[in-house]
């Protein structure tokens, strides 16, 4: 070829490589942005699963600790229940009159024989001191054995429904 043929060829040849240079950079840029973009996005995923992972974890962890929290909430909770049913129970014990029929029964006996002692002793010179304490005790009696007789409950009324202490 003659070299001015070769000058004009070298010279196009040039041209188009001038011409397709611009277009194989941007090409290379694309991809390399693009296989930049998915390593990133590659990192931030494994860096979010392991975040996701240890929130997770932690999330486990506190919900141990709840059922934990739960269930010595709810242990603390029956030993209160139980507290308070033995409480009740004793309270509704101590309702009732701790002395009954034959208790009252007993005390006029008590008082009769202390009537009694003391007529005795009204006879004898000098016993005037334990006729007027036998008296005495025999009048206190008396008023005990009433007020007892009056708390006594009647037979129709129960003794210690769990509604009257409430």
């Known amino acids: 070829m003659q070299p001015h043929k070769l000058v004009l060829a070298i010279g196009i040849l040039w041209l188009v490589t001038l011409v397709v240079l611009p277009f194989l950079f941007a090409t290379a840029r694309r991809r390399a942005h693009a296989a930049g973009l998915a390593a990133g996005k590659a990192i ?11 929130l997770e974890r932690e999330l486990a962890d506190k919900q141990a600790e ?6 010595a909430f709810t242990a603390h909770m029956e030993a209160r229940r139980q507290v308070i049913t033995e409480l ?10 701790a002395v009954t029929k034959a ?8 008082c009769e024989t202390l009537e009694t ?5 009204k ?3 000098g016993a005037e001191a334990w006729v007027a304490r036998t ?9 005990l054995a009433i007020r007892i007789r009056n708390e006594l409950p009647t037979p129709n009324t129960k003794v210690g429904d ?3 202490a409430a």
């Open 66 to 71: 709840l059922v934990n929290a739960q269930k």
């Open 88 to 97: 009740e129970e004793r309270i509704m014990s101590y309702t009732g009159l």
């Open 117 to 121: 002692a003391g007529r005795t002793w």
């Open 123 to 125: 006879q004898l010179k």
């Open 103 to 110: 208790d009252y029964q007993a005390l006029i006996a008590v």
């Open 135 to 143: 008296e005495h005790q025999g009048r206190s009696l008396r008023e």
């Open 44 to 54: 931030k995923d494994a860096a979010h699963i392991h975040q996701i992972r240890n």
């Open 162 to 164: 769990k509604g009257a």
